[in-house]
């Protein structure tokens, strides 16, 4: 048994030394989150690899596909990280949406050259 199984384990014989009921069989399931393995970290980068051109949603729906649930960020980062190691470093999606808000702010810096909420012809910015 490796050291994730043991951990498990030993939580549960901490928590149900008689075992574990019935009723509480699925609960407990639901709390154990499945995580990528490490071959599937590697087969959904390669996957992106051969396509050429994704972006972290697609790394998103890979993962849906493999684990059939809703990808984790620990498991996208995963996938981010291998990618980079392979040469494909994927740009963060919130270095984007800074850059948007740099481009708005600057937008209405511009528009209010006059520093009193007019722009160059007068009228209101």
Same mark, same amino acid.
């Given at each position: 048994m ?8 030993a ?14 069989r ?6 154990l /989150?499945?995580r990528l /393995?490490n071959?599937? =970290?590697k087969? =959904? ?13 697609d790394?998103?729906?890979?993962i /849906?596909?493999? $684990?059939d649930e809703?990808p984790?960020?620990?498991? =996208?980062?995963?996938?981010?990280e291998r ?11 919130r ?6 808000d740099? =481009?708005?702010?600057?937008d ?6 006059n520093?009193?909420? $007019?722009?160059? /012809?007068?009228?209101?910015?």
């Amino acid at each position: 048994m490796n050291a994730f199984l043991a951990k498990i384990a030993a939580w549960l014989n901490a928590g149900y030394p008689e075992g574990v009921p019935g009723p509480d069989r699925v609960p407990l399931l639901a709390l154990l /989150t499945r995580r990528l /393995t490490n071959d599937e =970290v590697k087969a =959904v980068a390669r996957d992106l690899i051969d396509r050429g051109d994704f972006d972290h949603i697609d790394i998103g729906v890979l993962i /849906t596909q493999v $684990t059939d649930e809703l990808p984790r960020a620990e498991d =996208v980062e995963r996938v981010r990280e291998r990618l980079a190691l392979k040469g494909w470093p994927l740009d963060d999606p919130r270095d984007a949406e800074d850059a948007d808000d740099s =481009v708005d702010s600057d937008d209405s810096r511009d528009a209010d050259h006059n520093g009193d909420g $007019t722009n160059e /012809t007068g009228s209101q910015a």
